[in-house]
């Protein structure tokens, strides 16, 4: 890596300072709005935040993250979302079609065999 060349973090200052990306830098550059060289800290869930007043980041703890419900903007939450409830609506609507299938085709079969016996019965 060329040591000319930083990372600085990138966050959006009119949602909650969240983390969106990093940019590479000339070292030593003035940062605009938005950018700082600090680093989110390992072990950070969900979407760090940056604290200006503080020179930090935060985010949730692990146990936090998986309480919440990080597919749908994670806030905690006890009731699945209106996506949940949809994917679990057409993943069943899926098994009952699966399951209609596999019973046509066995009826399918049966129908053949009747077909091949009657056929060598008329012979």
Avoid: C
């Avoid at 309480?67 to 949940?84: I, M, W």
Wanted: aromatic share 6%; no cysteine.
């Amino acid at each position: 890596m060329n040591n000319d060349v930083v990372t600085a973090y990138v966050y959006d200052t009119l949602d909650k300072n969240k983390l969106i990306g990093t940019i590479k830098v000339p070292r030593g550059s003035e940062l605009l709005v938005g950018q700082t060289y600090i680093k989110p800290a390992d072990g950070l869930y969900g979407t760090p935040m940056f604290d200006e007043d503080q020179l930090r980041w935060f985010g949730m703890s692990k146990e936090e993250w998986l309480k919440s419900d990080h597919l749908n903007g994670g806030e905690p939450t006890n009731t699945p979302s209106p996506q949940q409830q949809l994917m679990a609506s057409l993943m069943k609507t899926n098994a009952d079609l699966q399951k209609q299938v596999k019973l046509q085709a066995t009826v399918n079969a049966t129908m053949m065999k009747s077909i091949a016996e009657l056929k060598l019965k008329t012979k």
